[in-house]
Structure formats: C-alpha cells, structure tokens
C-alpha cells in the first residue's frame, strides 16, 4: 500500500528524457550528438533515448558510446568498439582498451548526452564513466548535458567510508561515501566544479522528483542496470556485500540472486552466519547456505556462507554491514581470508587496519563519521532537488544528526530562495 500510494502521489514525475521529450528536444537543438547510454536509457513508454533521439527533428546523433556491460547490459568482460547493425552508428566502448572519448571519437560532435541509469553507490562504474566523459567533452570543446534520474536508493540518505584522497580509479573517480546519495546530474555538477573540469553542463533536470523515494516508489519499471543488479533488494545490499567482492569470497555472482550471498570453500556457514547475527545488525539476517557459482570466483565449485535476508531497508547501514561481513571473516579466517584485497572498494585505509586490529566495527563506523559530515556539507552545495534529507543512521547514533538537521534546514531555505530566483538548483551555503 504505501509503494502504491507513493507512485500514485508520483504521477507528475519525469526523467530527464521525458522532459526532454516534452520539450520537443529543445535543449538539443542544432545539435550532432553523441550518446552516452545503455538499456536503462528509456523514457515512461519503454522508448529507447537513442531511438527517440535519432528520430527528433532538428539534430543528428552520429555516435554512440556504452558504459561497462556494453549498449544491452549483458557483457560481463572487456568490450571492444563496434557498429550497430540497426543504424550503421559507430559505437565506442568505454570499457575497453579506452575508458575515456578520445578526440577521434569526437569528431563533427558538438556535444555529449549522457543516459544512463546509476545505482547510487560510488565504485559503481557509470558515474566514473560520466566524469571521463565530462573531462573529453571540456578538451574537445563540446557540451556535456546529463539526462537525470532517480538514485535507487534514496538521493536523501549518506552512509559509508569517504576514500583517502590520494586514490582515484575507475571504481574511484571521486571521494564519495560508498552511499553518496546524489543522482547523476548532482555528481556531474559536483564533479564539474570540484575537479575544475570546465564542462559546458547542462542538467536536464527530473520534474516531481522527491528524492527520499526508493526506486520502486517513483512509478518507474525496473531495469537491470547491469547483469547482477537483478532487483532493488540486491541493489540495497550491494553497497555492503560489495566490499568483500575484491577478496577471495564470492557474493553470489553466477547464481540466481547474486549479492544476496556470500560464501567460499574454505567458510563455515553455520559459523559466520552465527557470528553475523550475534551482532543484531539492523535491517538484516542471515542464514547459512550453500552455492555452486556458474561463473566468476570458484565457478563450479561448491561454497558455503551466507544468505543475506533484507528485513528493513529503512533501517540498514548497508556499508557498516559490508564492515560487519568483513571483520566477521577476518576474526574467523585470519589465515584464509585475503582482507587486503578489499582495500579497493573500501577506500580508506584507516578502515581496512582498524579491521585488521580487530576493532569492533561499530567503533569503525564511529571513525568515518567526520569525513562523512564533511562530505555531507560539500554535498549540499550540489543538490538539485530541495533539502538533503535524512543523514546516515549511523550519523544520528553519533549525535552528529542535531548538527545536520541545523544545517539541513538551513540548506532547505536557501534552496527555496534559490528557486524564486531562477537559479538552476546550486546552493552556495557560507
């Protein structure tokens, strides 16, 4: 009832591509474009963004360029570069020998559209894919417009370890929160002022967007942004069970319900799950269970571990579970466990020797909140749809929300004045 009640209050909404399409493409006029997009890029109808634009009057779209997981969604490797078979378009992988547009490939365009639907957590590699974009279209002299979209997980919640801020990688193109609760034209904008890219943006903003909404109570279909992201449960958990995915542990990859599990050879199930939930994590449990991967780590090979049982989406830290998992395999695996190989995805090494020091993970979580509140405040400056809205559960235990909620409100009023007076969403707090 209340998803119901959600998407019937959501009737006005529009994605960037419906607004657009309102709009009789006003935006792109003149144009000659290259798109940036995959499967997820679909309008209300179900209508590909590529089809949609091809066929508007008044501009041309001479390229096409695909994230990770290749124009369908589906390739789980390396992509080469090839052309369309439906509209002899070229397209260029970025996720190949170039993860960047080169200047070739930029050619006779005048601007970059980017269409892609994200899943709000920061090593999730489209929103890296958008920030290189971004820096091409600025050498290049094009325009880079962002067709928005919902983040999936609320752009109204923060949580998780701000990475140190000597890394930068594909899985690490800005230091965000593992849960940055932004959407993508939020981050370009972000992305654009705080690395000094100089792109000439343009943020095709949603209409009737309320960004404490999850994704299945906007109205919209769910599509798989990527062939292991199969619903919003696996992608609520994704956040946490991904930390451990750099490790020598499968989550589930190559089964029907990847990330809803955990497991390895070497792992008792009966033990971790135990141990799991001894710690009465919010929002989880878990239960042992047994897996044969079809695919990825130990394919064919029998592992044992965990189910992981979503309960309250509202009430999971989804990152400090990802801590929970990992201290919890490293207590009772310290010989088998590769827990340096997790560092990647968790960014901060701080985190990674506190677990290794045996800190209870609670006490970890403590530790990330002031780069986290820092992050919160950087954030606001960047929001494009009214107030932050609530900070990290872990945050409110922290006496960090009284702090927060000051600051939320304050941000809230600025951004009302902000939109009597025409401004385009960016909020420049003192």
């Not at 499967?39 to 501009?59: C, F, I, N, Q, S």
């Not at 409110?396 to 385009?424: D, I, T």
Request: hydrophobic content about 40%; aromatic content about 8%; charged content about 20%.
């Amino acid at each position: 009832m209340e998803k119901e009640a959600a998407a019937a209050d959501n009737k006005g909404f529009r994605t960037g591509i419906d607004v657009l399409v309102r709009d009789r493409f006003a935006q792109l006029a003149g144009m000659r474009i290259g798109l940036i997009t995959n499967h997820t890029g679909v309008d209300a109808e179900g209508k590909a963004t590529l089809d949609l634009l091809r066929h508007a009057p008044g501009m041309q779209v001479k390229a096409i360029f695909s994230p990770e997981h290749g124009l369908t969604g589906t390739a789980d490797a390396m992509i080469p570069s090839s052309r369309d078979t439906t509209t002899g378009l070229p397209i260029y992988s970025l996720y190949g020998t170039s993860k960047k547009p080169e200047a070739a490939m930029l050619r006779d365009l005048d601007c970059l559209v980017f269409d892609i639907q994200d899943a709000g957590v920061r090593f999730y590699t489209y929103i890296s894919t958008m920030g290189y974009a971004m820096e091409a279209a600025a050498a290049n002299g094009l325009a880079f417009v962002v067709l928005d979209r919902p983040n999936p997980l609320t752009a109204s919640i923060v949580q998780g370890p701000v990475p140190d801020k000597t890394r930068r990688s594909f899985t690490e193109y800005f230091p965000l929160p593992v849960r940055h609760g932004m959407t993508v034209g939020e981050l370009a904008t972000l992305f654009n002022a705080e690395y000094k890219i100089g792109a000439d943006l343009r943020v095709v903003k949603m209409e009737g967007y309320d960004r404490t909404r999850w994704f299945d109570e906007t109205g919209m279909a769910w599509i798989n942004p990527s062939p292991n992201l199969r619903s919003l449960t696996e992608a609520t958990l994704y956040p946490g069970v991904a930390l451990a995915e750099g490790a020598n542990v499968s989550v589930g990859r190559g089964t029907p319900t990847p990330f809803e599990l955990l497991g390895a050879p070497w792992i008792d199930g009966n033990s971790l799950a135990r141990s799991l939930n001894e710690r009465h994590i919010p929002g989880v449990r878990f239960a042992p269970a047994a897996f044969e991967p079809t695919s990825d780590i130990y394919r064919k090979r029998l592992c044992h571990g965990v189910r992981v049982t979503l309960t309250d989406r509202h009430l999971l830290d989804s990152p400090t579970m990802g801590i929970e998992i990992l201290s919890a395999l490293y207590r009772l695996y310290p010989k088998s466990f590769a827990i340096d190989d997790t560092l990647g995805l968790i960014g901060d090494r701080s985190v990674l020797a506190a677990i290794k020091k045996g800190q209870d993970p609670r006490s970890i979580a403590q530790s990330w909140q002031g780069p986290l509140e820092s992050f919160v405040l950087l954030r606001s400056n960047f929001l494009l749809y009214g107030a932050a809205g609530r900070v990290s559960q872990q945050m409110v235990k922290e006496g960090l929300h009284e702090a927060a909620g000051n600051h939320l409100a304050q941000e809230e009023q600025e951004f009302g004045l902000a939109e009597k007076l025409g401004g385009q969403g960016k909020i420049n707090l003192p």
